[in-house]
């Protein structure tokens, strides 16, 4: 046999002869009715058909952003103000024109320094009322 340039040291393969194989034994196959292989089909499809669930804490503890510690302060005419004291004056406001304290879930506050007042929103809703004078 002759080698090519570049195959120096690479051994031929042998071929096989037709004597060297082995015959695998017969195996008998049962027939099964068309009923039988269509629901184990079905029940096949089904298994890989269900998600899976992924852990709730695992990935709750992957995704939660971690809490950023901030605060607010608003100076304007040698006055300061920060923002616990003026979600405490709207509050204070809210509950002297008749309501209750425990009827607030969420308050906004917003700043006018041109007016030298702040106006506040309880749960979504404002009023020309809710008025705070700085």
Known sequence: M???KGMAGVKPVEK???AAKTVAPAVEVKAESTAEAEAKDTEAVEKTAEPKKAPKK???AK???KAIKSSL???FAGKEYTEKSLVSAAK???VALGNKAA????????????DSAAYYAVN???SPDYKIEL
């Open 2 to 4: 002759a080698t090519k």
């Open 16 to 18: 096989k002869t037709a």
């Open 58 to 60: 695992a990935l709750a």
């Open 63 to 65: 995704t939660a952003p």
């Open 73 to 75: 302060c608003v100076q």
């Open 92 to 94: 204070k406001a809210y």
């Open 103 to 114: 009827d607030i879930k969420t308050i906004e506050v917003y700043v006018k320094l041109e």
């Open 124 to 126: 979504g809703v404002g």
